[in-house]
């Protein structure tokens, strides 16, 4: 059964792009409808998914929020620009995350390492190496006949460069290379499956400043992150349709307030779109028929023009090319709040909450979890709490980040 159970999920991922050319859009209601009319999802689909999951368990435990949070190790994956504003003057941190724990699949997991070091008071670089594990699978032909074991993976490596433009304002510029191996040496029908790879770059602003509000001592920050921007990607050498990788626009605001001396709390917000071209159906219903939509193919190539665009026109095209139009749009972003409190700087509660359009993927939970930080150690644990009948791959699933503080054996921690 767990076999069964990741080889739909390889087909799930491999044949998506095909499903969506049978689905039917109404113009009247403005989106994409099933058999009886009714309203379903027009998902954005992407390769290499794994790089929007969230990777540690402190924004995971606030709904996953990140693009303008005080720093830590695990800022790389949100927005490196404010990891010049670290307290501390290097970090790193290793995060632990189960997937499919529902279904009893104990060899599917993420794996993220980061770290960083700040060069002076306005330099800083980090580094990222990220691995998502499949497990085994048993693949077979159509008529069952055995192809042998494979172990499907993908991964990551980045690194990042970031500096103070002024004394509240910085800026990231961060590399990646990008690789996923689904599949690789298999034939299926006629075709050689290959490891597909990709190079991508992240951007990252950062403004901070102190204030006072309501009599407290309090710090207000903001986060722009443009990542994941890089080439599309193919698993056979053949293919002249690449696909996107899922580049996406965040923004982010964090407020921090300082209770008394003991006692803090923060309040983030973000906001995220991904940056790729919206799914244009093949069919579409015109006076209560099903006709060939136009719009889908206009070159006749029998390959969905969204699917054909180039990577600069299908970012900037992504803020206007919804069938349902501007309504639509407003569907593909989805948004995260999250609470953050420290006691003495030493033990944090968190609570979070993440929404997503029932359109446009209908991922929606609550988020918990705690941390510890004591000296050169810490420890942060998060869980979810679904809250929409969409199964979560992380669905009560307890994932947990450590934190280390190198710094601290130097004495170059700032006080």
């Known amino acids: 059964m767990n076999n069964m159970m990741r080889y739909l999920l390889l087909c799930i991922v491999l044949i998506l792009p095909i499903v969506a050319k049978s689905q039917v859009f109404d113009p009247n209601k403005g989106c994409v409808v099933d058999n009886n009319g009714v309203c379903i999802s027009n ?17 995971g435990a606030m709904g996953d929020v990140g693009v303008a949070l005080a720093p830590d190790a695990n800022t790389m994956h949100y927005n490196a620009s404010s990891l010049v504003f670290a307290e501390d003057n290097s970090g790193f941190s290793m ?8 279904l009893n699949l104990d060899d599917i997991f993420l794996l993220y390492v980061s770290g960083f070091y700040k060069l002076d008071a306005n330099q800083a670089i980090g580094g990222g190496i990220r691995f998502f594990s499949l497990g085994d699978i048993d693949f077979t ?4 006949g055995s192809l042998g074991t494979g172990r499907p993976r993908e ?3 980045s690194l990042a460069y970031a500096r103070k433009l002024g004394d509240k304002f910085s800026a990231s510029l961060t590399g990646k290379y990008i690789f996923s191996n689904l599949a690789s040496g298999l034939n299926v029908q006629g075709i050689d499956i290959n490891t597909a790879t990709a190079f991508a770059a992240d951007f990252g602003l950062n403004y901070r400043t102190k204030t006072t509000l309501g009599g407290y001592k309090a710090e207000w920050s903001y986060g722009l992150a443009l990542t994941n921007i890089g080439s599309k990607i193919s ?3 053949d293919n002249v349709v690449k696909d996107f990788i899922p580049s996406n626009f965040g923004l982010g605001t964090a407020l921090k307030l300082d209770l008394d001396k003991f006692n803090s ?3 983030a917000l973000d906001m995220n779109k991904l940056m790729i071209p919206t799914p244009i159906t093949r069919l579409m219903v015109v006076d209560g028929k099903e006709v060939v939509n136009p719009d889908f193919d206009k070159d006749k190539n029998g390959i969905g023009d969204y699917r054909e ?7 900037l095209g992504s803020f206007g090319d919804a069938q349902g139009g501007f309504n639509e749009e407003l569907k593909e972003l989805s948004f995260g709040l999250g609470l953050e409190y420290w006691y003495d700087k030493q033990f944090a509660f968190r609570g979070g909450y ?14 918990v979890g705690a941390g510890v930080k004591y000296n050169v150690f810490g420890i942060n644990l998060s869980y979810l709490i679904p809250t929409s009948t969409i199964p979560n791959p992380l669905d009560n699933t307890l994932r947990f980040s450590l934190l280390f503080d190198f710094s601290v054996f130097k004495g170059e921690t700032e006080e």
């Open 43 to 59: 998902t954005l689909l992407t390769a290499v998914p794994f790089l929007r999951i969230v990777p540690d368990a402190r924004g």
């Open 95 to 102: 995060t632990y995350t189960p997937w499919l724990r529902n």
């Open 141 to 144: 032909d159509t008529q069952g």
């Open 155 to 157: 991964g990551e490596f």
């Open 235 to 237: 698993y056979t050498r």
């Open 265 to 267: 709390l923060t309040i």
């Open 309 to 315: 665009k180039s990577l600069f026109s299908g970012m």
């Open 354 to 367: 993440y929404y997503e359009s029932k359109e446009k993927g209908n991922r929606r939970f609550f988020t």
